[in-house]
């Protein structure tokens, strides 16, 4: 079992920066790959940007140069930090791992919204 809290959403201007984090505890020596997706109202849920064991480092285009995905291995924690933010980054954040068994964790999500 792997239990994820997520912090850090909030309500910020366009333009402005949010850092997300992910806290990681439990068994989670057999992560294959830690990440950050999002869903928007009617939307389905994507893939923001994860870190591989067999890739490294992945974004989706939508955010590449603004967004920068990073983990403190001592800390068990991913962070997402989140610059020049536009109204279209608005979405509930999910924290994911992904095992090597094959099994999916999630964190209760985090409200991200960017004012115009």
């Known amino acids: 079992q792997v239990h994820l809290v997520e912090s850090g959403g909030g309500l910020v201007q366009a333009g402005g920066s949010l850092r997300l984090s992910c806290a990681a505890s439990g068994n989670t020596v057999s992560v294959n790959q830690r990440g950050w997706y999002r869903q928007a109202p009617g939307q389905q849920r994507e893939l923001v940007a994860a870190?591989?064991?067999?890739?490294?480092?992945i974004y989706a285009d939508s955010v590449k140069g603004r967004f920068t995905i990073s983990s403190d291995n001592a800390k068990n924690t991913v962070y997402l930090q989140m610059n020049s933010l536009k109204p279209e980054d608005t979405a509930v954040y999910y924290c994911n791992w992904f095992m090597s068994y094959g099994y999916d964790y999630w964190g209760q999500g985090t409200q991200v919204t960017v004012s115009s």
């Open positions: 870190i591989s064991a067999g890739a490294g480092t």
